[in-house]
Nanobody, 117 residues
Framework: QLQASGGGLVQAGASLRLSCAAS????????MGWFRQAPGKEREFVAR????????YYADSVKGRFTISRDNTKNTLYLQINSLKPEDTAVYYC????????????WGQGTLVTVSS
């Protein structure tokens, strides 16, 4: 089970750190990702990190402002979001790819980030 947290209502320019805690399984061997779904839009990829944390990937729209990281000792995934913009408003989901094919087969319930202008 994946539990995302850390969302909230913030002003543009602020920062947030989202967390995704795993229970019931160890995620250290899984690649993990963050996705988001804005109101009225489809879910989109945000960032991905390998199991060891040695490699990361980002959507072009978030490069330079978002940082994905993980602490395998805590079985937790993070997403640091800086310089928040109103267009970052969305429900953010964490997900795990247990098979290594960029197909995410475990999903968290999402945490809402709302950015006011």
């Amino acid at each position: 089970q994946l539990q995302a947290s850390g969302g909230g209502l913030v002003q543009a320019g602020a920062s947030l750190r989202l967390s995704c805690a795993a229970s019931g399984r160890t995620l250290s061997t899984y690649a993990m990702g963050w996705f988001r779904q804005a109101p009225g839009k489809e879910r989109e990829f945000v960032a991905r990190i390998t199991g060891s944390g040695s490699s990361t990937y980002y959507a072009d729209s978030v490069k330079g402002r978002f940082t994905i990281s993980r602490d395998n000792t805590k079985n937790t995934l993070y997403l640091q979001i800086n310089s928040l913009k109103p267009e970052d408003t969305a429900v953010y989901y964490c997900a795990a790819d247990s098979r290594g094919g960029w197909i995410y087969n475990y999903w968290g319930q999402g945490t809402l980030v709302t950015v006011s202008s």
